[in-house]
C-alpha cells in the first residue's frame, strides 16, 4: 500500500524551473503550502485539475470544490484520492546561454559575396503558461532545471536564429564587417521574432543578447576583400590627413602673416609715421646711395629724408629739383627717383604773378565806385570819394571773391 502524504511542499533546488511532487495518493485532510513566486498544479488522468496560488490549502472538497470531480467522497467524509502535483517555479530564469553549433549562410547585402557567420550569447526566460511548459516540456518527466531548458531549446534556436539572422542583416543592409558595430541592433530584432516561439511552450523571452560574432577568418573571399577595405580606408585616411595637415598649414602662416603685420603697423604707429612716409625714406636712401648723382643729387637725397621725417619731403624736394633746373643739371632727368611721375614726389605750383596787369595807356586798371561811379584802382577795398566797401576781386583772374573766401574759386590763388 502507498503512503498518503498529509503534507505536500515543494522540495526542489534553486535551479528547478519544474518540480514534481514524488507522492501521488493524498487524502483530503492533507494540507498544500504554495511557496511565493511559485504555482502547484494538480494533474489527474494527464488533464489539469486545479491551480493554487501562493498560499497553504487543505485539500477538502468544502473548500476546493473541484476535487469532487476526482475522489469518491467515503461515508466517513474523509477520502483518499491519487494525483500529480507539479510546481513551477515563476522566477525569470537568468543567464540561458544559446549559440549555434554550425553557422548561418547568406549573401551579404552590401558586397554581394556568401558569407557564413555563427553567433552565440545570453537570454532570459520567465514561465508565462505553467500549464504549457508542464504539457510541452515536462511530460512524464520529474522536472525541468535551466540546463535541460537550454538543450530543449537548442535545436529551435539554432533553426530560428539562422534563418532569422538572415533575415535582419539583409533587410537592415548589415554586411559582414557591420555586424560586430550593429550587434545591439541585431540581437533587438531577433528578441522580436523569437518571442512567438518562446511562448508556444509556455514562456516569455525577457532578455536576447549578442556575446560575440563568429566571422569566416577561414573564408579566402572573405580575407580577400576585408584586406581590399582595409586598404582603401587606410588610403582614404592617409589622404585625408595630409590635406588636414596641409590646411593647417596655411592657415597658421595665413595667420603669423596678419600677426607681423598688425606688429608692423603698431610699430610704424608708435615711430610717427606711415607706410608713405616710410617709402619716401627709402626712395630718399637710394638716391643718396646712386653712384651716378653728383653732389647736387646727394643733396637731394638727403634733404629728400630729412623733409619726409619732418613732413615735408615732397616740398623740399620741389625746390631742390628746381634749382638744380635753374643750375642746368638736365643731367638727372633720367633719374627714375626724380621723375615728376614719382607718386612720392610732388611738384610745387608756380607762384601766382601779382603784378597788376596795365591797361591801353599803359596805367594800372581801374574800376567804378559801385555806389558813386568814382574811378578806384582795381583792387581798391574802400571808395576814397565816399567811403562805401568794394568787393574783393582775385588777384590772378579777377573774379570776385565772396566775404570770407580764402582762395578763389576760379583759379585756386589764396585771397589777400
Not at 574800376?367 to 577795398?381: F, H
Amino acid at each position: 500500500m502507498k503512503p498518503i502524504f498529509d503534507v505536500i511542499k515543494f522540495e526542489g533546488g534553486n535551479h528547478q524551473l519544474v518540480w514534481k511532487h514524488p507522492g501521488e495518493d493524498f487524502s483530503t485532510h492533507s494540507t498544500l503550502i504554495v511557496n511565493p513566486n511559485q504555482i502547484a498544479l494538480f494533474y489527474k488522468n494527464g488533464t489539469i485539475a486545479d491551480i493554487f496560488k501562493e498560499g497553504r490549502y487543505v485539500l477538502s472538497t468544502e473548500n476546493i470544490p473541484i476535487l469532487r470531480k476526482i475522489i469518491e467522497l467515503p461515508t466517513a467524509g474523509v477520502s483518499s484520492f491519487t494525483s500529480q502535483v507539479y510546481y513551477v517555479n515563476l522566477v525569470e530564469a537568468m543567464d540561458v546561454k544559446w549559440g549555434l553549433p554550425s553557422r548561418s549562410s547568406w549573401m551579404d547585402p552590401v558586397y554581394g559575396i556568401p558569407v557564413t557567420v555563427g553567433a552565440r550569447g545570453n537570454m532570459s526566460l520567465k514561465v508565462e503558461d505553467p500549464a504549457a511548459v508542464v504539457l510541452n516540456l515536462v511530460g512524464a518527466e520529474t522536472g525541468l532545471t535551466a540546463e535541460e531548458l537550454q538543450r530543449y531549446f537548442r535545436d529551435l534556436i539554432t533553426m530560428r536564429v539562422k534563418a532569422y539572422l538572415a533575415q535582419v542583416c539583409q533587410a537592415n543592409r548589415i554586411d559582414v564587417f557591420s555586424m560586430t558595430a550593429q550587434q545591439e541592433l541585431i540581437a533587438e530584432e531577433l528578441k522580436k521574432k523569437l518571442v512567438q516561439d518562446f511562448l508556444e511552450y509556455g514562456f516569455k523571452l525577457r532578455m536576447f543578447t549578442i556575446s560575440d560574432f563568429i566571422l569566416p577568418e577561414d573564408d579566402p573571399a572573405y580575407m580577400r576583400l576585408k584586406r581590399a577595405i582595409s586598404e582603401r580606408t587606410t588610403g582614404i585616411t592617409e589622404a585625408q590627413t595630409d590635406r588636414m595637415k596641409a590646411n593647417i598649414a596655411a592657415q597658421a602662416s595665413a595667420e603669423s602673416e596678419v600677426i607681423r603685420s598688425q606688429g608692423r603697423a603698431a610699430s610704424l604707429n608708435n615711430l610717427g609715421t606711415n607706410h608713405v612716409l616710410e617709402r619716401q625714406l627709402d626712395i630718399a636712401e637710394t638716391m643718396a646711395s646712386n653712384e651716378n648723382m653728383n653732389q647736387f643729387s646727394g643733396m637731394a637725397g638727403s634733404m629728400a629724408m630729412m623733409g619726409g621725417a619732418l613732413n615735408m619731403g615732397a616740398q623740399a624736394a620741389g625746390v631742390i629739383g628746381s634749382a638744380m633746373n635753374g643750375a642746368g643739371m638736365n643731367n638727372m632727368a633720367g633719374n627714375p627717383y626724380l621723375n615728376t611721375a614719382n607718386p612720392y614726389m610732388t611738384q610745387p605750383q608756380a607762384p601766382v604773378q601779382q603784378t597788376p596787369v596795365q591797361n591801353q595807356n599803359g596805367s594800372a586798371e581801374t574800376k567804378a565806385c559801385i555806389k558813386c561811379g568814382a574811378s578806384l584802382p582795381k583792387y581798391a577795398k574802400f571808395c576814397m570819394e565816399c567811403g562805401t566797401v568794394q568787393p574783393k576781386l582775385c588777384r590772378g583772374c579777377g573774379a570776385v571773391l565772396p566775404d570770407g573766401a580764402k582762395f578763389c574759386m576760379e583759379c585756386g590763388t589764396k585771397a589777400e
